[in-house]
């Protein structure tokens, strides 16, 4: 089986050390910064293949580098746009960095194109120092025990979460149901190579994080 292209994409919240990215994903397919993440990508050592954004947070059109102008009246974020750019040109396997912290609302809605993205077929995971998240909607998720996270966390996105069984964790859970705003799904810990997850109904969010940041 092909191995599925990837695309960065840099968002404009600044970042002491990039190290992490370049572990994680060190030579994607497309390398795309949404308006001033066009300083965070050349701070993280990419080299940007596409810019877009409509210029407000210290991007701008460069020679040499495609650009996208949108502009500054309009009914999607700058990363919303880079992400339908990248489904357009077939690439549905996506890290988005430096997108979340400073304006809260921008960092929620950040977090809410993960599900946006997920629903087109793609796959999206937000990358920053010491944590990484991702849409999960239930059906059987495996993820590895890896040294630099030490806590997996869910965070349900819908009132009801019901069926959800956790397998290789520290706290693990047979048909449990989980509520919305309640957090007994926070600060587990992956004990096994593989960690199994799976829920009968629900969204959810699904976050691992460092220790210490």
């Known amino acids: ?86 489904l357009e040109r077939g690439i549905h396997r996506v890290f988005l960095t430096a997108c979340l912290g400073g304006r809260l609302d921008q960092t929620m809605a950040n977090l809410g194109l993960l599900e946006w993205f997920f629903h087109r077929g793609g796959e999206a995971l937000a990358l920053e120092p010491g944590n990484e998240a991702r849409f999960w909607d239930g059906r059987e998720l495996l993820l590895p025990r890896e040294e630099w996270y030490q806590f997996v966390s869910i965070i349900p996105l819908d009132r009801e979460i019901t069926g959800v069984t956790l397998e290789g964790v520290k706290y693990p859970l047979k048909e449990a149901t989980l509520h919305r705003g309640d957090t007994l799904s926070i600060s587990n810990e992956i004990t096994a190579l593989q960690a199994r997850f799976s829920a009968r109904e629900g969204r959810m969010l699904v976050i691992r994080s460092q220790r210490y940041l």
Request: charged residues 20%.
């Open 1 to 86: 089986m092909a191995e599925k292209m990837t695309a960065l994409l840099f968002g404009a919240c600044p970042c002491s050390n990039w190290d992490f990215l370049r572990e994680i994903c060190p030579r994607p397919d497309l390398v795309i910064a949404a308006d001033g993440g066009v300083h965070q990508a050349r701070a993280a050592g990419y080299t940007p293949h596409i810019l877009v954004g409509d210029w407000d947070s210290g991007g701008a059109p460069e020679t040499g580098i495609p650009s996208y102008s949108l502009p500054p009246e309009k009914d999607l974020t700058d990363l919303q746009a880079a992400l339908e750019l990248c």
